[in-house]
């Protein structure tokens, strides 16, 4: 168990809606992270918060937006959803110093599935 | 912009054999490393990391990897695999001096290994 739990584990939707996808990080951790792994894609990141703020931001779409909380949880929000968004999203977690001083634990995951 | 390949997509191999997966960076700086794995319906997690020192690194479960610098690559060996060593493997690289984006992990497209028991 690496202490990150993302809600729901699987989700199916229509096209052009929205989901919001949820994390808890591992307690202590102050940074989350998304990514979103697609078989064309591989694992792709997405957006990072620390401690509430936005740190940095890759590969992310518009139609996506994320937000951390004071608790630390952040979600990610995925609208106006597309057939190619179908993907596994992971949430990961990590301590102070960010993948170099603290490796990233990864959760589960949430399988979206867009019809 | 930093970016890691992966070459093989698919790794099949019977028990006891060895096992080599090629990962190659591009990146102008000094860089971190990190082998990650995934077993089937499990989370990833970390298997080994570089940052600096002894370029051959050892991990959890027999694991070992090789930073060569001139090559720009991070290969992940094993010398005999388990049949529970079936999973996907991600290398992946960040800044060692990050800045902005290059902050978070840039990760390879990953190579399934398939151990026939």
């Known amino acids: 168990d690496s202490g990150v739990t993302q809600t729901p584990k699987h989700l199916i939707t229509a096209t052009g809606q929205r989901v919001t996808l949820r994390c808890s990080p591992r307690s202590g951790d102050l940074s989350v992270y998304w990514y979103q792994q697609s078989l064309d894609q591989g694992l792709q990141f997405l957006i990072q918060y620390y401690n509430g703020e936005e740190r940095a931001k890759g590969n992310i779409l518009e139609r996506f937006s994320a937000q951390q909380f004071p608790d630390l949880h952040s979600e990610l929000n995925l609208s106006s959803l597309e057939l190619g968004d179908s993907a596994l999203y992971f949430c990961a977690s990590s301590g102070r110093g960010g993948p170099i001083n603290s490796p990233l634990h990864f959760g589960n995951g949430t399988r979206l599935t867009v019809t | 912009a930093q970016s890691v390949s992966q070459h093989n997509h698919h790794v099949i191999l019977s028990e006891a054999a060895s096992l080599e997966l090629g990962c190659n960076y591009s990146?102008?700086?000094?860089?971190?490393l990190f082998w990650y794995v995934q077993y089937p319906g499990q989370h990833l997690q970390l298997l080994l990391k570089?940052?600096?020192?002894?370029?051959l690194v050892k991990g959890i479960k027999g694991f070992e990897a090789e930073f060569i610098k001139s090559k720009f690559s991070f290969n992940l060996r094993k010398p005999s695999v388990q049949w529970s060593d079936t999973a996907e493997y991600f290398c992946?690289?960040?800044?060692?001096?990050?800045?902005?984006?290059?902050?978070?992990?840039?990760f390879g497209s990953g190579t399934q290994l398939t151990v026939l028991p």
């Open positions: 570089y940052f600096s020192g002894d370029p």
């Open positions: 992946a690289v960040n800044s060692a001096r990050p800045s902005g984006s290059a902050r978070q992990l840039t």
């Open positions: 990146y102008g700086g000094t860089v971190n």
